[in-house]
Every structure is written in structure tokens, then in C-alpha cells.
């Protein structure tokens, strides 16, 4: 792993830069995952023009939405030296690889948003990503003309995204949700709708009204005939629960409180809502205990009880952690991101426009998460600590602060987390 703390990478200037930059840093990490994918692919007996065919479909899409996306993905496919076609065709499988690489279990995902009282961190939200095993990265874009700047967790080789908080203090993710009749399975897939709307939302009714357009104009795709479940947050307290099929949605805005969201639909079908998920009810009775704040949503993350089959919120398979906190205006808004489960590793506020840690976007912090996996008594004493210098730094924050004030808070962190691994 890259100890030189110092170094943030923030994909930044024209998109071809952007890619090039994105793909020398993730070399390794994209040759083995396009490697993967290829053996994936004959494994399931995909013929030979199966991926330029998807990979033609999705240079369509990605053409519509904005030739950026298309210069940035071929830019960083030619820096990682992997053929741009198989690069492509992973953000948009064929069918019949499609349920490989989605989530293995029913309950996989959960996310939440709460409203505070505190105007530094207006609304909190937390998205823990279960899955596949797929490396879990960072990706830190700043702002281009029409786009803002922005934190995302993605996975390997997407070229969209699975979680993000923006510069206009508003934070979003998707889950997979049921089985459903009215499907699609177009090139517009859910990470590249969750970007599309990361880059020009600042605010939960501009993500609905961008998710309306998209799905009118794209026809955004239901992987493997699922649903799909759409939460965001903002940092003046409104907080959106959106649930999409192929060409229909229904959507919730709510300004107190929380939401909490699984892979469940909640809206409209009051069958498909009898059974509350347990790891949602963990949630909802850890958030309704006291009024939520930072310490509660990070360790809300690592609630790791279990109901029979059921998990809770988290457990050793969990893949990534990501808790953003929205500030109100002139507050700086933020993420913090635990790469691999939250129950034995940390997370590392990252601030955007100021980019992420080498270790965090080359897979390399991930990678290396997997094994670090002691549940120790003396390791709960370290995380303690280490969260307690985390909320001591952030705490600074409600008067806003320089860039170079809060890279050195990202640089700080990141810097103190790998000494938690070593000892």
C-alpha cells in the first residue's frame, strides 16, 4: 500500500486527463478486473462479439448523456492498458452474467438519512454496501463545466457510481430492490442514472426531477427484472425515498426525522411491506433511541445483529461503509468512507473537490481490509480512540475552513488508519 500520505488524487481538467489519470492509478486493479470479467463471460458461454455489442450499446447511452463520460472511460482504459470494448461491456454485462455480479443475498444493501438540529450536519445519511466480490474504490471528480464536484464509492471498472455526497451538499445511493413485472434491460444502468444525477442535483427535488427526464428520455434499465430503490438527502433537511421500475416510479419527500431504506419496495404495494426487514428495524430503533448524530451513524453501520437467516446492518462481508454529512449552507458537507466492513476497519473523511488518498482509489485499502478482520477487545479500544480524534477534527468544521485546512484533516486520518493496522 502507498504510504505517501500526502498524495490525493482528484480527477480533474478536460476528461481525457481525467481517464488517463484515473487509469494509471487503478492499472493493476482494472487489468485483473477486466481478467475476471472475460473468464466470467466465457464461463457463462457469452459468444465472441457479445462484449463489443454491449460495449457499441453503452458508447449509444453514454454519447447522449454527454461525450465527457465516453473521452474519461476510453481515456482510462487506454491508461490501464485493457481493451476499451471488455472495459466498457463490465458497466453494462450481458444477461446472462448479469446476476453474477449483482448482489448474492436478498438482504444486501441498507441506507438511511436523519435530519438534525445541528446546522454543520443538517442531514446524515449512511449507505453500507454488501455484494459480489468486487473491489470497492473512491473515485474524487471535481467540478467541469454543467458538473459538480463530488466523493463517490464505486466498483471496479463502473463507470458510474454506488454512493456519493456532492459540493452542493447532497448525498445519494441505489439498492436493488424486488422482482418486478414492468422491466427493462437497457444500457442506462442504475450507477450511471445515480451519476448522472450526483453531477447536476444540488438538491432532493432536483433528483427527482433529473430521474424523471432520465427515465423519460433513457428508459433506465431493471437489472436481472429487479427494482430498483433510490434514496437521497440534502443538507437543508429533506430527505427522498424514490422506487423505479422500468417506466414508472412513486417517490416520498420527508423534512424531519428519518428514512430508512433496504431492498424492499415501500411505497404503494402494501404487500410487498408487511414484513419490515429486520436489519431496517435495527436501524429504526437505534435512530428513534436518541436524536441521531455522527457517533450514532457510525456506529449504527456496525450493527451486526442477526434474526435467523437474517443479517443486520453489517457484517464481516459487509464491502464499504459511506456516511455523509450535509451541512447547511456555508458549512462544508463531506464523506466518510470505510473501505471493506466498517466492523473491523475505519473510515477516512474525504471532502470533495479536494480529492482521496492513493491507497483508497487504487484498490489497494480495500484489498488489504480483507485482512484485517480481529475482533478483538483491544481493537474496539483503538477504533474509540480513533473515531474520537475523527469527531474532535470534524467538530472544528462548523466554521467552514480552508482546502488545505480539510485535506490536511483527510491526510491526518488517513495517515492515523493505517497506523491501526499495523499495531
Known amino acids: 500500500m502507498s504510504d505517501n500520505m500526502d498524495e490525493l488524487i482528484l480527477l480533474q481538467d478536460n476528461p481525457a486527463p481525467r481517464g488517463e489519470l484515473l487509469g494509471l492509478c487503478q492499472k493493476n486493479l482494472l487489468k485483473q478486473r477486466v481478467t475476471d470479467f472475460k473468464a466470467l463471460c466465457d464461463k457463462q458461454n457469452c459468444g465472441p462479439l457479445e462484449l463489443p455489442d454491449r460495449a457499441r450499446q453503452i458508447t449509444t447511452v453514454l454519447n447522449v448523456l454527454g461525450q465527457e463520460w465516453l473521452i474519461e472511460a476510453r481515456a482510462t482504459a487506454a491508461a490501464a492498458q485493457v481493451p476499451a470494448a471488455s472495459f466498457m461491456a463490465i458497466t453494462y454485462p450481458p444477461e446472462k452474467v448479469q446476476p453474477c455480479l449483482l448482489p448474492k443475498r436478498a438482504n444486501d444493501s441498507t441506507a438511511a438519512a436523519a435530519c438534525t438540529q445541528d446546522p454543520a450536519s443538517r442531514t446524515l445519511f449512511?449507505?453500507?454496501?454488501?455484494?459480489?466480490?468486487?473491489?470497492?474504490?473512491?473515485?474524487?471528480?471535481?467540478?467541469?463545466?454543467?458538473?459538480?464536484?463530488?466523493?463517490?464509492?464505486?466498483?471496479?471498472?463502473?463507470i458510474g457510481i454506488k454512493a456519493f455526497v456532492n459540493e452542493a451538499g447532497m448525498a445519494g445511493t441505489f439498492h436493488m430492490g424486488p422482482p418486478v413485472d414492468d422491466y427493462t434491460n437497457t444500457s442506462m444502468q442504475?450507477?450511471?442514472v445515480l451519476r448522472q444525477i450526483c453531477e447536476r442535483a444540488t438538491s432532493c427535488m432536483q433528483a427527482v426531477e433529473e430521474f424523471q427526464s432520465?427515465?423519460?428520455?433513457?428508459?433506465?434499465?431493471?437489472?436481472?427484472?429487479?427494482?430498483?430503490?433510490?434514496?437521497?438527502?440534502?443538507?437543508?433537511?429533506?430527505?427522498?425515498?424514490?422506487?423505479?421500475?422500468?417506466?414508472?416510479?412513486?417517490?416520498?419527500?420527508?423534512?424531519?426525522?428519518?428514512?430508512?431504506?433496504?431492498?424492499?419496495?415501500q411505497l404503494g404495494n402494501p404487500a410487498q411491506t408487511s414484513i419490515e426487514p429486520f436489519r431496517q428495524r435495527c436501524l429504526r430503533e437505534h435512530f428513534a433511541a436518541t436524536p441521531p448524530?455522527?457517533?450514532?451513524?457510525?456506529?449504527?453501520?456496525?450493527?451486526?445483529?442477526?434474526?435467523?437467516?437474517?443479517?443486520?446492518?453489517?457484517?464481516?462481508?459487509?464491502?464499504?461503509?459511506?456516511?455523509?454529512?450535509?451541512?447547511?449552507?456555508?458549512?462544508?458537507?463531506?464523506?466518510?468512507?470505510?473501505?471493506?466492513?466498517?466492523?473491523?476497519?475505519?473510515?477516512?473523511?474525504?471532502?470533495?473537490?479536494?480529492g482521496a488518498p492513493k491507497g483508497m482509489v487504487d484498490g489497494?485499502?480495500?484489498?488489504?481490509?480483507?485482512?484485517?478482520?480481529?475482533?478483538?477487545?483491544?481493537?474496539?479500544?483503538?477504533?474509540?480512540?480513533?473515531?474520537?480524534?475523527?469527531?474532535?477534527?470534524?467538530s472544528t468544521l462548523?466554521?467552514?475552513?480552508?482546502?488545505?485546512?480539510?485535506?490536511?484533516?483527510?491526510?491526518?486520518?488517513?495517515?492515523?488508519?493505517?497506523?491501526?493496522?499495523?499495531?
Open 126 to 158: 449512511l449507505e453500507n454496501c454488501d455484494g459480489p466480490d468486487i473491489v470497492h474504490h473512491v473515485i474524487s471528480r471535481a467540478s467541469s463545466p454543467g458538473t459538480l464536484a463530488y466523493i463517490a464509492l464505486s466498483e471496479a471498472a463502473d
Open 293 to 354: 448524530d455522527l457517533y450514532r451513524f457510525l456506529a449504527g453501520a456496525r450493527i451486526d445483529k442477526k434474526a435467523g437467516s437474517e443479517k443486520g446492518v453489517c457484517d464481516a462481508e459487509t464491502r464499504a461503509s459511506f456516511v455523509a454529512v450535509l451541512g447547511a449552507t456555508g458549512y462544508p458537507s463531506y464523506a466518510l468512507v470505510t473501505l471493506g466492513s466498517p466492523l473491523f476497519n475505519l473510515p477516512v473523511p474525504l471532502f470533495p473537490r479536494l
Open 190 to 192: 442504475p450507477t450511471l
Open 398 to 423: 462548523s466554521s467552514g475552513g480552508s482546502d488545505e485546512k480539510l485535506s490536511a484533516i483527510t491526510n491526518e486520518l488517513w495517515a492515523l488508519s493505517r497506523e491501526y493496522y499495523k499495531k
Open 214 to 265: 432520465i427515465q423519460k428520455r433513457m428508459g433506465p434499465a431493471t437489472p436481472d427484472k429487479r427494482g430498483v430503490v433510490y434514496i437521497f438527502a440534502d443538507g437543508s433537511g429533506e430527505m427522498t425515498l424514490l422506487e423505479a421500475s422500468a417506466t414508472r416510479f412513486q417517490h416520498r419527500r420527508v423534512s424531519n426525522g428519518f428514512l430508512i431504506a433496504a431492498n424492499k419496495f
Open 364 to 394: 489497494t485499502a480495500f484489498q488489504a481490509s480483507f485482512r484485517v478482520s480481529d475482533p478483538s477487545g483491544a481493537r474496539e479500544e483503538k477504533r474509540a480512540a480513533y473515531e474520537k480524534v475523527v469527531l474532535q477534527k470534524l
